[in-house]
Nanobody, 118 residues
Framework: QVQLVESGGGLVQAGGSLRLSCATS????????MGWYRQAPGKQRELVAQ???????YYADSVKGRFTITRDNAKDTIDLHMNILKPQDTAVYYC????????????WGQGTQVTVTV
């Protein structure tokens, strides 16, 4: 059974930092695009950052220069280092893994809450 488990969310003041981690199990994710999405209340889920298979790393414009995504292919883990956090970063953050050639193989974590206070 494929599982993605996020950790590291929490409450932080604006300007602070958090690191989210995503541990995986159940398959190898070598040929998967792996990334982080977020969903704020009343808004659609959006892609924050992604390390695709054989493609360039992607960052949403809203997080460029503040967030860094790292992927460990040996461990099939993916982290999101978030700096200079802003209240508008408040959301539930989800880890995602999607096969690069078969998009039906699309897996999600349960989500972790990040709350940034002023």
């Amino acid at each position: 059974q494929v599982q993605l488990v996020e950790s590291g969310g929490g409450l932080v003041q604006a300007g602070g930092s958090l690191r989210l981690s995503c541990a995986t199990s159940g398959t190898r994710f070598t040929q998967y695009h792996m990334g982080w999405y977020r969903q704020a209340p009343g808004k659609q889920r959006e892609l924050v950052a992604q390390v695709p298979y054989m493609e360039a790393t992607y960052y949403a414009d809203s997080v460029k220069g503040r967030f860094t995504i790292t992927r460990d292919n040996a461990k099939d883990t993916i982290d999101l280092h978030m700096n200079i956090l802003k209240p508008q970063d408040t959301a539930v953050y989800y880890c995602n893994a999607r096969h690069s050639r078969d998009y039906t193989r699309d897996f999600w974590g349960q989500g972790t809450q990040v709350t940034v206070t002023v």
